[in-house]
């Protein structure tokens, strides 16, 4: 079982910055992060591989969100910059021993989720 604690989250206001952070209880090679909004499906963000050689965003974080991790501390970060109110939802942290690509199918681990809000 692998625990994952989540922070970071907040209120904001349009246009500004937050950035989320998880740790991981072990070692996991991929780690990542989806995002679910109010009467939505939950959605991937953003993923990177254990070495960070490979990262992957969603379209709309592209050039905005910036994934990173630190493998001595077993923790991903995820810096979001020019927050829009649909950047609203909460966030969750996710890993996979199987694949940066972080198709649902392929998370073992989900963490609590953080919420972030931004408002207009």
């Known amino acids: 079982q692998v625990q994952l604690v989540e922070s970071g989250g907040g209120l904001v206001q349009a246009g500004g910055s937050l950035r989320l952070s998880c740790t991981a209880s072990?070692?996991?090679?991929?780690m990542g992060w989806f995002r679910q909004a109010p009467g939505k499906e939950r959605d991937f963000v953003a993923a990177?591989?254990?070495?960070?050689?490979?990262?992957y965003y969603e379209d709309s974080v592209k050039g905005r969100f910036t994934i990173s991790r630190n493998n001595a501390n077993k923790a991903v970060y995820l810096q979001m910059s020019t927050l829009t109110p649909e950047d609203t939802a909460v966030y969750y942290c996710?890993?996979?021993?199987?694949?940066?690509?972080?198709?649902?199918?392929?998370?073992?681990?989900w963490g609590q989720g953080t919420q972030v809000t931004v408002s207009s």
């Open positions: 990177i591989d254990y070495n960070g050689d490979k990262t």
């Open positions: 072990v070692s996991v090679y991929a």
């Open positions: 996710a890993v996979s021993h199987r694949s940066a690509l972080m198709n649902k199918a392929d998370i073992d681990y």
